[in-house]
């Protein structure tokens, strides 16, 4: 398990620099080649359409009548598989033996900070896996009431105003960043700059 804990924070790691790294050569872009950020820009965009992506947010797939028709195959082990993560994370979990074998965080400021931010993490999940198994039980032996539940969520997280986003030209923020690239490319640089210095400190 401390192996497995190990791999998952490194990934992590890596993949936070990574993402820090990207963010500072766009900074370092916007500021003294604004063209290149642009032709930059450009060319993520013919990669990634908001043809297709709309395209595939009109696709109607029906989860919930799926789920239904195999409700006993699918609901008991996910209902097992939640309690059990409950129970794994309230009883089993050793979360100052994570913290120690794994973040290692090396003062008593950020020791503090992981531990706050661990039981928050570790009770959201417990949070969400008691909503997974309750619709588990309700998947399994009221599917009428399921079924309901799960309309009301996809009238509530409907996707046409992300879709009115999507199909909304956004030239006018790329020509706003090139006019002020100065000021935006200092602040996305110096910012980058900085969460890259704190994880380089911190992680290695």
């Not at 599917?143 to 409907?158: C, G, R, Y």
């Not at 992300?162 to 030239?171: A, F, G, K, R, W």
Request: charged letters at 20%; a neutral charge; proline letters at 2%.
């Amino acid at each position: 398990m401390d192996i497995i804990y190990d791999i998952l924070f490194v990934g992590f790691k890596f993949f936070a620099v990574f993402l820090i790294f990207i963010s500072l050569i766009m900074g370092a872009l916007i500021l003294f080649k604004p063209s290149s950020a642009a032709n930059l820009n450009r060319f993520f965009n013919r990669w990634f359409k908001t043809e297709d992506i709309s395209k595939s947010m009109e696709t109607e797939i029906s989860t919930a009548d799926l789920f239904i028709k195999y409700r006993f195959i699918l609901g008991v082990p996910l209902f097992i598989g939640a309690m059990y993560t409950i129970y794994y994370l309230i009883s089993i979990f050793d979360q100052s033996r994570f913290i120690s074998m794994v973040i290692k965080p090396s003062t008593e400021t950020k020791e503090l900070f992981v531990v706050i931010l661990m039981d928050v993490t570790r009770w959201f999940f417990v949070l969400w896996c008691l909503v997974g198994a309750f619709l588990c039980l309700l998947m399994t032996f009221a599917p009428d009431k399921f079924k309901d539940i799960t309309k009301s969520l996809d009238a509530f997280f409907s996707t046409e105003k992300v879709e009115s986003l999507i199909d909304t030209p956004h030239d006018t923020i790329d020509n706003w960043v090139l006019r002020n690239h100065i000021i935006v490319g200092f602040i996305l640089l110096m910012g980058s700059a900085f969460l890259f210095a704190i994880c380089l400190n911190y992680f290695f």
